[in-house]
């Protein structure tokens, strides 16, 4: 199982990101765990000092940005 982390405060750019997140993985078919994470302290524990951020793994894969639905796709495939 894929662990997707959604990083953000709760911006509409970071509300996107988890709604595409969801898309992709829903249209991808595979198992995922996909998480929103809202807290300050877990969001820059992880490195990440710009919102919105995407991690699978454990990895950071995107910052700062909303990819498209495509590019979320090879990201979390």
């Given at each position: 199982?894929?662990?997707?982390?959604?990083?953000?405060?709760?911006?509409?750019?970071?509300?996107?990101?988890?709604?595409?997140t969801?898309?992709?993985?829903?249209?991808?078919?595979?198992?995922?765990e996909?998480?929103?994470?809202?807290?300050?302290?877990?969001?820059?524990?992880?490195?990440?000092?710009?919102?919105?951020?995407?991690?699978?793994d454990?990895?950071?894969?995107?910052?700062?940005?909303?990819?498209?639905?495509?590019?979320?796709k090879?990201?979390?495939?």
């Amino acid at each position: 199982m894929k662990q997707i982390q959604i990083l953000g405060t709760g911006c509409p750019k970071c509300d996107k990101l988890a709604e595409l997140t969801r898309e992709a993985a829903a249209s991808l078919g595979g198992d995922y765990e996909i998480e929103k994470v809202t807290e300050i302290n877990r969001i820059t524990a992880a490195g990440v000092i710009m919102t919105p951020a995407l991690m699978v793994d454990g990895t950071v894969k995107v910052v700062g940005k909303v990819p498209d639905l495509d590019e979320i796709k090879k990201l979390i495939g």
